[in-house]
């Protein structure tokens, strides 16, 4: 079974803070993603990986930026948190190339910041 | 105009109930098509996989694609109380570009009461 697993299901942040969202997939795909869902917009896509240390903007980048080192490794970064960035953050990953396209969530992260 | 269009419901049916899950899309370059469903406080989990046109069937689940109305639909035969969630199509291809990103509804929110 694939496996995309995000650091924290729950965290509390305050306004200001600099914070880290982990996600790991066992996998070996080549493209990752991060994701925030909120009521009544759905997903909207932030950043997208490729491969390892490329990156490109989703629809919304704006505060945030996003690290990746290792190939089953995907970093979030909010630089200076803030209540709007208040969501539910979800990772996922899929294979690259056009053979397969599904791709595989984690099990999300509701970040709450005060 | 949305790139992909999914009535957000909310859906209510008596368990045992035939459901109709539906999308259209605008982009004639989309060749893959995938359903998802999302538990409350839960990441999505793919529930259906489908490449071009055709129908696809797995257990109680029935998925349609039909490329040429550009129009997708996921049946739930035999509803249960455990079908309840929020359904999200999901497509991509050529037109996002080849890097694997896909393009999202918005998400039908299911119930079937007992």
């Known amino acids: 079974d694939v496996k995309v697993t995000q650091s924290s299901r729950y965290l509390v942040k305050r306004t200001g803070e600099k914070v880290f969202l982990e996600c790991v997939q066992d996998?070996?795909?080549?493209?990752m993603f991060w994701y925030r869902q909120d009521p009544g917009l759905g997903l909207r896509l932030i950043y997208f990986?490729?491969?390892?240390?490329?990156?490109e903007k989703g629809d919304i980048p704006e505060g945030y930026s996003v690290s990746r080192e290792k190939k089953e490794r995907f970093s979030l970064i909010l630089e200076s948190a803030s209540t709007n960035q208040t969501s539910m953050y979800l990772c996922a990953s899929s294979f690259g190339g056009t053979s397969r396209r599904e791709a595989f969530f984690g099990q999300g992260t509701r970040l709450t910041v005060v | 105009q949305k790139e992909v269009e999914q009535d957000p419901g909310p859906l209510s049916v008596p368990e045992g109930a035939i459901v109709s899950l539906n999308c259209t899309y605008s982009?004639?370059?989309?060749?893959?098509f995938m359903w998802y469903r999302q538990y409350s406080r839960k990441g999505p989990e793919l529930l259906m996989y489908?490449?071009?046109?055709g129908n696809k069937e797995d257990g109680r689940f029935t998925a349609q694609v039909d490329k040429s109305s550009k129009y997708i639909s996921l049946f739930i035969r035999d509803s249960q109380p455990s079908d309840s969630a929020t359904y999200l199509c999901?497509?991509?291809?050529?037109?996002?570009?080849?890097?694997?990103?896909?393009?999202f509804g918005q998400g039908t929110t299911l119930q079937v009461k007992p």
């Open positions: 982009n004639s370059a989309f060749q893959y």
């Open positions: 999901a497509m991509g291809g050529r037109g996002s570009s080849n890097t694997g990103k896909l393009i």
């Open positions: 489908t490449y071009s046109s």
């Open positions: 996998m070996d795909h080549e493209n």
């Open positions: 990986s490729y491969d390892v240390k490329m990156k």
